[in-house]
């Protein structure tokens, strides 16, 4: 991964802090999604006052990627923090992982987590996600299926 394609994808999410709506929590994150054929998905967390419709940031970018027909892609940058003040990593909550799990392989899919352009750790899904539960297990024909 070329240090200039990370470093867009962490000028795109931090530049989607503007537009996170947190509220509630004043915890503000920005995504930016890189498709395998170079497009970038932007998103942030939008919060409800019913807190239980609230989106994450990765969320949105997914959404927003999938519902225009991507479904390839190569890696996600998270930043956050309250007010928006990045201090520290946001890594993805188990809701978001599971949504990468669903359309990313997990061995090859990364996380990049960053406080500014020259702060960041890269993980890949498998390692924060390990042995998830993903579309090729609802194929059956090999290993335990649950099934009784
Ligand atoms: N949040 C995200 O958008 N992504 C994460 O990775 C962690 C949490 C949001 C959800 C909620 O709006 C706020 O941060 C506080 O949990």
Redesign the pocket.
Known sequence: MSEEKIRRLIQAATEQLAFAY?P??D?K?G?ALLAKDGRVYTG????NAAYGP?????RTAFFKAVSEGQREFEMIC?V?GKGGRLTSY????GV?RQVMMEFCDPNGFEIILATGMDDYEIYKLADLLPMGFGPGDLKGGGGDSGEI
Not at 90 to 93: A, E, Q, R
């Open positions: 947190a509630y929590s915890f994150v995504a942030c967390n939008i919060e609230s989106n994450c940031a990765e998270i956050g946001t890594p993805p909550c978001c």
